[in-house]
């Protein structure tokens, strides 16, 4: 587990949306990996122009905690007052996120010392709901190759409905809709909405064919359960072999 070579700094992976914050004047605009802006302010606290990388607290059910809500924690930068810093090493980047903690809502996300990965991960990620570790290099620039490591659980669900999905997926399936099992569960716990883990061919393939796999067990690997009963992350793993008829299995057991 903790094999990790040429890496010696450890922090906490933070279950929020992955963000750049632009910060240019008096603006702020938090861009997407996908280049959209997900929210704006205004610079009310001086940060120095730049470019910052860090993680958003919108959208999971882990960060809408009020510890952790609207919480921007920030833990690189490719750019600082109009200078390219991506050639520089981590340490040195990072270090220049201490001039920004004069806004309320900026928080620097904490460096560990390699040794400690074990004691975050029992202490801190298990225990406290973190989505898991990252591993980096102090002398890396930006373009080194980050290690994540996240845990991971699987569940049996029974697919209940199907919801149509957006853009490229119009017109076929965009996720899969389960309940918990056994039914009676249904009321207590959310439904789980899964769109991940499902290729091209079986999303055409349950769309077009839906009553057939209506009320199928499938497996489903996730990164965490709450206590609201949701998932984080589900991801389609297969229709569940000891759970399904044997004709099923046979004919569809192997799509992915």
């Known amino acids: 587990m903790w094999e990790v070579e040429g890496k010696d700094t450890v922090q906490l992976k933070y279950d929020g949306i992955w963000c750049l914050a632009h910060v240019d004047g008096i603006n702020i605009d938090y861009w997407s990996r996908h280049g959209k802006i997900k929210s704006s302010e205004i610079n009310q606290h001086g940060i120095p122009n730049g470019k910052y990388i860090g993680e958003l607290m919108f959208g999971s059910e882990w960060s809408q905690d009020p510890q952790h809500k609207g919480v921007f924690y ?6 600082f007052e109009n200078v390219d810093c991506r050639n520089e090493t981590y340490m040195t980047r990072y270090n220049k996120l201490a001039y920004c903690w004069e806004h309320k809502m900026w928080r620097l996300a904490q460096n560990f010392p390699f ?7 029992d202490q801190v990620v298990i225990a406290q709901d973190f989505e898991g570790l990252v591993y980096r290099s102090s ?3 930006w373009d080194e190759t980050l290690y994540r490591q996240k845990a991971s659980f699987t569940l049996d669900l029974e697919i209940v409905d199907y919801a149509e999905g957006e853009g490229r997926l119009a017109g076929t399936l965009g996720k899969i809709i389960a309940s918990r099992m056994p039914k009676m569960e249904l009321e207590a716990t959310p439904l789980i909405h899964i769109g991940g883990g499902l290729s091209d061919a079986l999303r055409a393939m349950l769309w077009s064919n839906q009553p057939i796999f209506s009320g199928r067990v499938i497996e489903v690997e996730c990164k965490r359960i ?3 009963g949701k998932l984080r992350h589900p991801n389609f793993v297969r229709f569940h072999p000891d759970k399904n008829d044997e004709d099923f299995i046979n004919q569809y057991g192997t799509l992915k």
């Open 74 to 79: 920030v833990f690189d930068c490719i750019e």
């Open 139 to 141: 002398l890396g620039t």
């Open 115 to 121: 040794s400690q990965a074990t004691e975050l991960w």
């Open 226 to 228: 709450f206590k609201s």
